[in-house]
Nanobody, 126 residues
Framework: QVQLVESGGGSVQAGGSLRLSCVAS???????????MGWFRQIPGKEREGLGG???????SIADSVKGRFTISKDPGAEILYLQMNNLKPEDSAVYYC?????????????????WGQGTQVSVSS
């Protein structure tokens, strides 16, 4: 059974940084297996927003809305996905989720992913 556990959320002041981690288990990501991992965030009352991810070839993608401030990376030897967030703004406050899917055409698409973590809260104060 695939499980995802996010960590690293918390409260910071504007301009600060956080690094989120997502540890995935329950599957074997062999070459050619097609597994992709992604990061999303959601503000209450709004749709879940795709921030980007790592495709099955290991290539990262990042949303324009956070490009230059956020970086997505993956541990090369394990199923651990990171989201480095710098220069945080109050509007970045949200619950952040990681997700896993296979043969994903759109890393930013919520419907593309089959497995989700429980989320971690990020709060940025001005």
């Amino acid at each position: 059974q695939v499980q995802l556990v996010e960590s690293g959320g918390g409260s910071v002041q504007a301009g600060g940084s956080l690094r989120l981690s997502c540890v995935a288990s329950g599957y074997t990501n062999k070459r050619g297996s097609g597994y992709c991992m992604g990061w999303f965030r959601q503000i209450p009352g709004k749709e879940r927003e795709g921030l980007g991810g790592i495709d099955s070839y290991g290539a990262p993608s990042i949303a324009d809305s956070v490009k230059g401030r956020f970086t997505i990376s993956k541990d090369p030897g394990a199923e651990i996905l990171y989201l480095q967030m710098n220069n945080l703004k109050p509007e970045d406050s949200a619950v952040y989720y990681c997700a896993v899917g296979r043969w994903i055409a759109d890393l930013f698409g919520v419907a593309e992913y089959n497995y989700w973590g429980q989320g971690t809260q990020v709060s940025v104060s001005s």
